[in-house]
């Protein structure tokens, strides 16, 4: 079963599937190690927040080094896609990371 994410405006992003994040539509967007995201290309975006419901960026943190890139899985099946939910309001400093 997948992991659903949203940004802090409530609105579905897409989903984690065996450590790997899709959009909504099924893109790559990158992969979760941890709490830690990387996008496809392996720069640091942030980490999961709240329940794993969010994936937030410190702006104020130095980034780690980019990781090499992981070749693009196959997308899987597009699960059902959730209802937005409710916004909320980041940590100061804090921002969507996608």
């Keep these: 079963m997948?992991?659903?994410v949203f940004k802090s405006n409530g609105a579905y992003l897409g989903f984690i599937e065996n450590g790997n994040l899709f959009s909504?539509?099924?893109v790559f967007l990158g992969w979760i190690e941890g709490i830690h995201a990387w996008d496809?290309?392996?720069?640091?975006?942030?980490q999961r927040w709240n329940q794993n419901k969010y994936i937030i960026v410190n702006t104020f943190a130095l980034?780690?080094?980019?990781?090499?890139?992981?070749?693009?899985?196959t997308p899987p099946p597009l699960p059902d896609p959730p209802a937005n939910i409710a916004a909320i309001v980041l940590p100061t400093g804090w921002k969507d990371a996608f």
């Design 24 to 26: 909504r539509d099924g």
């Design 40 to 46: 496809s290309t392996g720069r640091y975006r942030g």
């Design 63 to 73: 980034p780690p080094v980019p990781r090499p890139p992981k070749q693009t899985p």
């Design 2 to 4: 997948a992991d659903f």
